[in-house]
Nanobody, 128 residues
Framework: QVQLVESGGGLVQAGASLRLSCAASGRTFSSYAMGWFRQAPGKEREFVAAISRSGLRTYYVDSVKGRFTISRDNAKNTVYLQMISLKPEDTAVYYC?????????????????????WGQGTQVTVSS
């Protein structure tokens, strides 16, 4: 069982930066691929970024490439999402998720049902 707690959200102006953190409980964090998803009002939850178990590989949805960076610190059981050049369309609740079935350094886990554990979410609001 893994518990995930996100933090770092807030209200910012367009062009600003934020860094989200997701702290995980348990001693097997390094065995999970991790992902970030987001859900805007009235929309379905969507994939944002994923990182492999060791952090060697990362994968992003096209809309955030070059602006968002996912990283992890396995010693601290934490995954991060650094966001720069934020846009109003980035406004959403951001969720981190853990995939306990990840193999090797695979990172292409983009579907919700590929993740076993979810955090409660943190709100990011970007004003224009």
């Amino acid at each position: 069982q893994v518990q995930l707690v996100e933090s770092g959200g807030g209200l910012v102006q367009a062009g600003a930066s934020l860094r989200l953190s997701c702290a995980a409980s348990g001693r097997t964090f390094s065995s999970y691929a991790m992902g970030w998803f987001r859900q805007a009002p009235g929309k379905e939850r969507e994939f944002v970024a994923a990182i492999s178990r060791s952090g060697l590989r990362t994968y992003y949805v096209d809309s955030v490439k070059g602006r968002f960076t996912i990283s992890r610190d396995n010693a601290k059981n934490t995954v991060y999402l650094q966001m720069i050049s934020l846009k109003p369309e980035d406004t959403a609740v951001y969720y981190c998720a853990a995939n306990s079935r990840a193999r090797y350094e695979n990172v292409w886990y983009v579907s919700l049902n590929e993740y076993d554990y979810w955090g409660q979410g943190t709100q990011v609001t970007v004003s224009s």
